[in-house]
């Protein structure tokens, strides 16, 4: 009986949202199971790597996470770093209406406008450690995910580590199902 051959993937997957949403937490929470409490923005796009191992189909998949800048000022430059990309996570803070408004106006436009049609995207309400302070209720961001045709929607805290793993699972299983993959 042979050994079955690991399947090999490389994923270049962008996180995207406006400014203190909570994106670069996010995907340091995922690499480093680390939070940081001062907020310093991304200037232009971090480039992250992480190699994650999906045992229901013996794969290996290289994820190339890119940390986009949401500051209005790297509008211009923005769309060259939408190349390669098949999949995001559209972040909004649970806490301002406005970055939630921003998600279907602004990020999913860029992200439908850059990227091939396969791409897929997850949306996430991050701070949802912040319960006392929210102004977008869970089933906002249900109906905007179903609106928008997300593949899917999670609430998250990266500060407290709720659901940031699964974020990122179920846009790799749906990136994979999207590359013929029956996971």
């Known amino acids: 009986m042979g050994i079955e051959e690991i399947k090999e993937f490389v994923f270049k997957i962008t996180v995207l949202g406006?400014?203190?949403?909570?994106?670069?937490?996010?995907?340091?929470?995922?690499?480093?199971?680390?939070f940081k409490e001062d907020y310093k923005p991304t200037l232009g796009a971090n480039i992250i790597r992480k190699d994650v191992f999906i045992d229901e189909i013996n794969a290996k998949c290289r994820l190339i996470l890119w940390d986009l800048a949401g500051q209005e000022k790297y509008n211009v430059i923005r769309s060259m770093y939408f190349q390669g990309c098949v999949g995001a996570l559209l972040v909004y803070d649970v806490t301002r209406h406005n970055t939630f408004s921003d998600i279907q106006d602004r990020w999913l436009k860029d992200f439908k406008k850059y990227v091939k049609k396969e791409g897929t995207y997850v949306l996430i309400g991050n701070k949802a450690d912040l319960e006392d302070h929210r102004a977008v209720s869970k089933e906002e961001g249900e109906q905007l995910a179903n609106s928008i045709e997300a593949s899917d929607f999670i609430e998250t805290s990266a500060k407290l580590n709720q659901n940031v793993d699964l974020a990122f699972k179920k846009l790799v299983h749906q990136i994979l199902r999207n590359h013929?993959?029956?996971?």
């Open 18 to 34: 406006n400014s203190a949403v909570g994106k670069t937490s996010l995907i340091n929470q995922y690499i480093e199971q680390s």
């Open 180 to 183: 013929g993959e029956e996971i």
